[in-house]
């Protein structure tokens, strides 16, 4: 909502809020009055590193030359709440400098990098400790050591950062998760019960109507053998085997297949063995870097039972809807052809 | 994607009551289409109901069966594969096969419906961003392609208000095969020819076929053509495979001793339907089966088009299509 962006903005005063933290305890603008604040807003359950992130923050701004301890006040704020609402935020990362007459004085949305705590520092130091109207820095004197403390928890921060970046990489279905309980929907279904049997296996799930057979393999089974690539039935990255048939895992929802036998690029190999196509795939380079190899082995097994023509050519035009942007298509169309050949034979 | 209500139908009529009760509802067979546009919030609905569990249930709904008269109905849940390779089909009216094989990908055929191939929604980039203006997604709001990027743009069967290109293959050579969609509504089973089922934009878009809400598809007729396998579907494309028509066309001829006795004329990926155009088949009756006969009738369909700018070249890729498939036919021994 703009009109609430534009209150929140740098040089107003603060929305009148009353914050409340998860542990109970609130506070409102008045109370704060008097002193300058830091307002942090910070998603939760979207950052494992969240809680650390947020110590080192305190501790650095605490610790920020010509910045004395008793000024700032941090708050772990939820970021859907009420008070993030009238600071105009919806749902990230955002930080607020008010200065002693509740002014905002600097504020922030989205991920803080170091950089952005040395600008809050900065503005700390420069404009929430000057009296109204003025931009010069308060005499205040540094703390012994306090250079020194500062830098040491600058690095601890970037740190925290860094790890989290790494974590929030490798937990796609929570960050999911959180981004689609903040998304606005205009309706609410409930997640269902819904068995797949996939390589042979029954998979107990539960998930909303709208997952697609793609997202309900990866995201819900475990089964990351099956690509994302497009996600929009133009790459064949996602082809599975449905009821032996191939398909396009993307385009198409799980809920639809309660009776079907899906079969995966997990499900092709006999323990150790490899199926004759894989073996195939890999004898003649029928790939690079292996993104659209798990979909054009699962085309390649399938096309053995079409109507395919013999030629290199209808091997080409029967494997068109799959997109292999390494250009491997000479020893895909070659591993397709030797399989061919051998089950003819 | 916006969540909705997902429901399974006991019988056609089932479902097509349940649509029928809900102004938000669809069916979802194949989902091909569907489900791309639901990504991208081009379509919104608030139940789907699954058509695929009929296929037990009413067994004709995903069979192709040959009619007493030498016709061939397929269901509506035969899936494009399936119609391909269908051996009546590719005998009897191989302009169907080719132009189904010519379509989309081993992958998609083998999920895509007869019912929902025929439903299948414009490719126009602007339809398909919710960002833009389009008056066919939101009537009222005005075309960006007419003045805008339009080189995938149709040039026949145009208005004002919508230039988007009809982009399906199967439904093109259909109409050359005059088919005949069943369909049945709350009132019953009604039946209307191809060429009177899709409509041309005018100033709804928004409108595309004349199905009422809630009216199910449950078969296509493919009458009998004594001539129907002297035929051909010819496709032009950005790439050789798996792309959308520049320009494409559906012919079937009847040549008895160098001379026309009748055609069956249809354009794909330059109009705003499936474009059968009775004008250039009406030349071409009763004339040598010669390269300026055939140029001469890819003229009169193309009499109409309306360039708009980047498409322009579509009208005489368009003619030149013609008299290739035109010729490609009447050599046929």
């Known amino acids: 909502m703009p009109e609430l962006l534009t209150c929140a903005s740098v040089g107003t005063l603060a929305p009148d809020f009353a914050l409340t933290y998860a542990d109970g305890r609130s506070i409102t603008r008045h109370e704060l009055r008097g002193r300058p604040a830091i307002l942090a807003f910070y998603p939760r359950h979207w950052d494992p590193a969240r809680a650390e992130q947020l110590a080192h923050f305190n501790a650095m701004v605490s610790a920020a030359p010509g910045v004395s301890a008793e000024v700032p006040l941090l708050a772990d704020l939820d970021p859907f709440g009420e008070a993030a609402e009238q600071f105009g935020v919806c749902g990230e990362h955002a930080v607020f400098a008010l200065d002693a007459e509740g002014v905002i004085r600097w504020s922030h949305v989205g991920a803080l990098s170091a950089a952005d705590v040395d600008e809050l520092t900065d503005a700390l130091k420069s404009r929430c400790l000057a009296p109204l109207g003025t931009t010069a820095p308060p005499d205040v004197v540094p703390t012994e050591g306090r250079d020194l403390l500062f830098q040491q928890t600058r690095r601890q921060f970037i740190a925290t950062v860094l790890a989290a970046a790494v974590v929030l990489a490798a937990t796609p279905v929570e960050a999911k998760a959180e981004s689609v309980s903040g998304a606005l929907t205009p309706k609410s279904v409930d997640a269902i019960p819904v068995t797949l049997n996939v390589n042979g296996r029954a998979v107990a799930l539960t998930i909303e109507p709208r997952v697609t057979l793609l997202d309900a393999l990866r995201e819900y089974a475990g089964l990351t053998g099956t690509k994302k690539g497009c996600d929009h039935g133009q790459c064949g990255a996602c082809t599975v085997h449905i009821d032996g048939r191939r398909q396009l895992s993307c385009l198409t929802f799980a809920v639809m297949h309660t009776n079907a036998k899906i079969t995966t690029v997990e499900g092709l190999a006999s323990g150790d063995t490899l199926h004759a196509m894989q073996a195939a795939f890999i004898k003649h380079d029928g790939f690079q870097c292996g993104y659209c190899t798990p979909g054009q082995l699962m085309s390649a097994t399938a096309l053995l039972r079409e109507p395919c023509g013999t030629a290199d050519a209808d091997v080409k035009e029967c494997m068109s809807g799959n997109i292999c942007r390494c250009g491997a298509y000479p020893g895909i169309v070659a591993a397709i052809q030797e399989v061919r050949a051998t089950s003819r034979g | ?333």
Not at chain 2, 45 to 50: E, H, K, T
Not at chain 2, 307 to 319: D, H, V
């Open chain 2, 1 to 333: 994607m916006r969540p909705f209500d997902y429901t399974t139908a006991t019988s056609s009529a089932d479902a097509a009551r349940m649509v029928a009760a809900d102004p938000n509802a669809r069916f979802i067979a194949g989902g091909t289409t569907l489900v791309d546009l639901m990504k991208l919030e081009v379509e919104t609905p608030d139940r789907l109901v699954d058509l695929n569990m009929l296929a037990e249930k009413e067994p004709a709904l995903a069979q192709i069966t040959e009619l007493p008269d030498g016709g061939v109905r397929i269901g509506a849940l035969v899936r494009n594969s399936d119609t391909a390779w269908n051996t009546t089909i590719k005998s009897r009216f191989p302009v169907l096969s080719e132009a189904l094989l010519a379509g989309a990908s081993g992958q998609i055929r083998n999920m895509a419906t007869v019912g929902g191939n025929l439903l299948q929604r414009t490719r126009c980039w602007y339809f398909r961003d919710t960002a833009m203006p389009c008056n066919k997604r939101e009537p009222g709001s005005g075309c960006s392609a007419i003045a805008g990027h339009n080189r995938m743009h149709a040039v026949l069967g145009t208005s004002s208000s919508c230039i988007a290109t009809s982009p399906g293959d199967m439904p093109v050579a259909m109409a050359a095969l005059g088919a005949v969609v069943r369909v049945r509504g709350a009132s019953g089973e009604r039946t209307i020819p191809i060429t009177a089922f899709h409509v041309v934009p005018g100033a709804h878009p928004e409108k595309e076929t004349v199905l009422r809400h809630g009216e199910l598809i449950t078969a296509v007729d493919i009458p009998a053509l004594a001539y129907g396998q002297r035929s051909h579907y010819r496709k032009v494309r950005d790439r050789a495979s798996y792309a959308f028509a520049l320009a494409s066309a559906a012919v079937v001829l009847d040549v008895q001793g160098g001379t026309v006795r009748n055609a069956r004329i249809a354009l794909g990926g330059v109009a705003t339907k499936p474009w059968r155009s009775t004008d250039a088949e009406r030349h071409l009756i009763g004339k040598r089966a010669t390269p300026e006969v055939f140029r001469a009738a890819a003229d009169v369909a193309l009499a109409g088009a309306v360039p708009r700018g980047e498409n322009a070249f579509k009208i005489e890729l368009a003619k030149r299509t013609l008299v290739r498939a035109l010729t490609t036919v009447a050599e046929m021994a």
